[in-house]
């Protein structure tokens, strides 16, 4: 399984720790949306796409089973957002959330 494509949209600044949303497609074949990258005490890490349940506790609706596809993800998308970053990629609105649609 191969990462064939990362798009990162950056939020715009301020005072939360949510710095952007990535989008990332495995294989030309299956995409994972609504992937966040958040500000973490040790730097950015990501947190895959969850569910509230109805005990008020949140489900990951899809994420990488072993710990080598998880640092290859987080690598992917770390990298593809120091990126856009460092380049002044394009900063996603407040109200938009890739892959919130229900």
């Known amino acids: 399984m191969q990462i064939t ?3 990162v949209s950056l939020r715009q600044a301020g005072s939360d720790k ?12 299956f995409a994972v949306r609504g992937i966040k990258i958040i500000q973490g005490t040790n730097g950015p890490f990501i947190a895959m796409p969850s569910r509230k349940m109805a005990d008020g506790t949140f489900k990951d609706v899809a994420h990488p089973i072993n710990s080598e596809t998880r640092q ?3 690598k992917a998308v770390l ?15 407040e109200a938009d959330v890739p892959g919130d649609e229900h």
């Open 72 to 74: 290859m993800l987080e």
């Open 5 to 7: 494509e990362v798009r």
């Open 79 to 93: 990298d593809e957002y120091h990126k856009a970053a460092s380049s002044g990629g394009s900063v996603a609105p």
């Open 18 to 29: 949510l710095l952007a949303f990535a989008n990332v497609t495995f294989d030309n074949a």
